[in-house]
């Protein structure tokens, strides 16, 4: 039961897999603009830049104690040192153009607008739904991150640790965190297998909140990619 539940998990990300996006595929394919980039850069970061309090709010609803390190050690690995996540994030942007104060201060377009907002709600609500979340997210970063390592130096000419060094951290920092929550998920389900469709739901919407921030982007850019 359990490898059936994880192939259905798997079809959702493969549905709804950000590199399907036709955003993602015009990084690829060198069709964006440095100013492209730029306003991607602003908009994600209103994401990126929250994400390690939506580890926290799972950490703070979980009553598990191992799940709880697990946790605190993935939101270290987000916000310590001189090289945190936001910052790494700050460096990539610097280096297609976006100043600090125009990521900080960017005002949030709609489909960014929906993406925090359906990451904060799930990241408050059950613990494991909003495991389910990250999960969702950190699943998918290894392959989105070398896609966009190789966009980058094939398409842009950027090959600088500050335009690469935030999605190199992620292709590998991500896979054990991926598989960190999903170890604990499953165990979830052995214990109640009536979360399966809960978790499965978390899964999809955090998905569909992802994609909706990048089809914010085109959609304030006027970049034709309906996905």
């Given at each position: 039961?359990?490898?059936?539940?994880?192939?259905?998990v798997?079809?959702?990300?493969?549905?709804?897999?950000?590199?399907?996006?036709?955003?993602?595929?015009?990084?690829?394919?060198?069709?964006?603009?440095?100013?492209?980039?730029?306003?991607?850069?602003?908009?994600?970061?209103?994401?990126?830049?929250?994400?390690?309090?939506?580890?926290?709010?799972?950490?703070?609803?979980?009553?598990?104690?191992?799940?709880?390190?697990?946790?605190?050690?993935?939101l270290?690995?987000?916000?310590?040192?001189?090289?945190?996540?936001?910052?790494?994030?700050?460096?990539?942007?610097?280096?297609?153009?976006?100043?600090?104060?125009?990521?900080?201060?960017?005002?949030?377009?709609?489909g960014?607008?929906?993406?925090?907002?359906?990451?904060?709600?799930?990241?408050?609500?059950?613990?494991?739904?909003?495991?389910?979340?990250?999960?969702?997210?950190?699943?998918?970063?290894?392959?989105?991150?070398?896609?966009?390592?190789?966009?980058?130096?094939?398409?842009?000419?950027?090959?600088?640790?500050?335009?690469l060094?935030?999605?190199?951290?992620?292709?590998?920092?991500?896979?054990?965190?991926?598989?960190?929550?999903?170890?604990?998920?499953?165990?979830?389900?052995?214990k109640?297998?009536?979360?399966?469709?809960?978790?499965?739901?978390?899964?999809?919407?955090?998905?569909?909140?992802?994609?909706?921030?990048?089809?914010?982007?085109?959609?304030?850019?006027?970049?034709?990619c309906?996905?």
């Amino acid at each position: 039961m359990i490898d059936i539940f994880w192939r259905e998990v798997e079809g959702i990300l493969e549905s709804k897999s950000l590199l399907k996006h036709p955003f993602y595929q015009a990084w690829t394919m060198g069709t964006l603009t440095r100013e492209d980039l730029a306003h991607y850069a602003q908009q994600y970061y209103q994401q990126e830049a929250r994400f390690p309090r939506y580890i926290s709010a799972v950490h703070s609803n979980c009553p598990e104690l191992k799940t709880r390190q697990t946790l605190i050690e993935n939101l270290t690995h987000e916000e310590s040192g001189p090289e945190n996540h936001p910052e790494l994030w700050l460096a990539f942007a610097g280096a297609v153009g976006a100043s600090r104060e125009s990521v900080q201060n960017a005002e949030m377009n709609p489909g960014t607008k929906k993406c925090v907002e359906s990451f904060t709600k799930l990241s408050r609500g059950s613990w494991q739904s909003g495991l389910a979340a990250l999960y969702a997210y950190e699943a998918q970063q290894p392959a989105v991150a070398k896609t966009k390592i190789d966009g980058l130096k094939k398409n842009y000419g950027l090959d600088s640790k500050a335009a690469l060094g935030f999605f190199q951290v992620h292709e590998t920092m991500d896979a054990w965190h991926s598989e960190s929550e999903k170890q604990i998920l499953t165990e979830e389900i052995r214990k109640n297998p009536e979360l399966r469709e809960e978790i499965k739901a978390s899964v999809s919407e955090a998905c569909d909140s992802l994609n909706a921030l990048l089809d914010g982007v085109c959609e304030t850019r006027g970049i034709a990619c309906h996905n």
